[in-house]
């Protein structure tokens, strides 16, 4: 079975500092690693995917398969990024996603 | 930019009553898929289709839970009786097959039916 664990359900940080958000899995395979965001009054969206290896609002995120682990990172974090961030697993892609508890980020100005 | 509909985004309804959700997936989606988020918790899936077949209904409640997608785009969710157990945000995903047998891994959610069960 999967699972993806998030230890924090919130986090609270000062504009201009960094930010980190833990996301750990279990899962046997070779999966597909995301991170979902939901701002305030919107849907919820794709922030970025580890396969792309991307940089989505300064967010970056790095896959390491022994840890197990996909944590969020960014350098200097600002008001608009106070949000729910999710992480994600699927087995292959289009398949369900296995969903985090979320973590809630506040960036106090 | 397209967007996945739902409707209503409200509802509230007795317990044992029936209840129904509908979804629009953004055009051209062939994949579907109905997530069940509970207060405090990510969101867990229902059922997934691939045009009009179920692929997954593995955490599907089939007693009292059923979903269609009769032609292939849109769809409902059932819920015939509610229990208080259900009240939760239900939300609706798509994401589009290339037609090689492989499906973007992007899913786009629509805003979500709140479902309170009194």
């Known amino acids: 079975a999967q699972r993806v664990t998030q230890p924090e359900k919130l986090l609270s940080v000062f504009k201009g500092a960094p930010v980190e958000l833990k996301c750990n899995y279990s899962y046997s395979g070779s999966p597909e690693l995301f991170w979902y965001v939901q701002y305030s009054r919107q849907r919820l969206q794709l922030l970025l995917r580890?396969?792309s290896r991307e940089s989505i609002k300064g967010f970056t995120a790095d896959l390491n398969k022994g840890e197990t682990s996909f944590h969020l990172k960014k350098p200097f974090a600002q008001e608009e990024d106070s949000a729910m961030y999710y992480c994600a697993l699927s087995r292959t892609s289009g398949s369900r996603l296995t969903f985090g508890e979320g973590t809630q980020l506040t960036v106090n100005p | 930019e397209a967007e996945v509909a739902q409707s209503p985004r409200y509802k509230i309804t007795e317990k044992s009553q029936a209840v129904a959700f509908w979804c629009d997936p953004i055009s051209g989606h062939a994949t579907l898929y109905w997530y069940r988020q509970i207060l405090g918790q990510g969101p867990e899936l229902l059922v997934q289709f691939q045009d009009e077949s179920v692929v997954d209904d593995s955490q599907l409640p089939k007693d009292r839970f059923s979903a269609e997608r009769l032609k292939g785009v849109d769809s409902t969710l059932k819920i015939q009786p509610a229990e208080l157990g259900d009240s939760a945000m239900y939300l609706c995903a798509s994401s589009w097959d290339s037609g090689t047998g492989t499906t973007t891994d992007t899913q786009y959610f629509g805003p979500g039916t709140r479902l309170t069960v009194l």
């Open positions: 580890h396969i």
